[in-house]
């Protein structure tokens, strides 16, 4: 079996149409999925420390519906919550699990708000050393 692929998962419409997509991909290239869920670091103390918490339960609900999808797949899947930003994370993740591929989603944005706004999709197809996926909401 391959590395696993990385999958950027928040739930959103765009992330549920990677997941789709690194399904498919993954059941091609037998290889596991990992559902990487990211969000900002905080400083662990008082009430920073309850919205670093809140975010991680949040990551652990919002992933297990896709963990359950990837395994009604027939496949292999794990969930990373990552306290990272999301594309250093993701990019941290690929690494550590010899990942053949990235995948994640996209509303669609235009490249330059992408660059403006530091997209997690615009930063991974600048940065990444391994094929970036990015995928379109389904309408």
């Known amino acids: 079996m391959a590395g696993e692929q990385i999958v950027g998962y928040d739930g959103s419409d765009c992330a549920q149409a990677a997941l789709a997509e690194a399904i498919a991909e993954a059941g091609r290239r ?33 992933t297990a519906g896709g963990l359950a999808a990837i395994e009604a797949a027939g496949l292999v899947g794990e969930v990373a919550i990552i306290d990272q930003r999301p594309a ?15 995948v994640v989603g996209t509303y669609g944005e235009r490249p330059l708000v992408g ?18 996926l990015v995928v379109p909401a389904k309408d």
């Open 30 to 62: 037998d290889c596991g999925i990992v559902l990487a869920f990211g969000y900002e670091p905080a400083t662990p103390t008082g009430e920073m420390s309850d919205y670093r918490n809140a975010l991680e339960e949040l990551g652990r609900e919002v």
């Open 88 to 102: 250093e994370g993701i990019l941290a993740l690929a690494e550590e699990h010899d990942s053949p591929l990235i």
């Open 115 to 132: 660059a403006i706004l530091g997209s997690v999709p615009n930063k991974l197809l600048h940065l990444s050393t391994v094929p970036v």
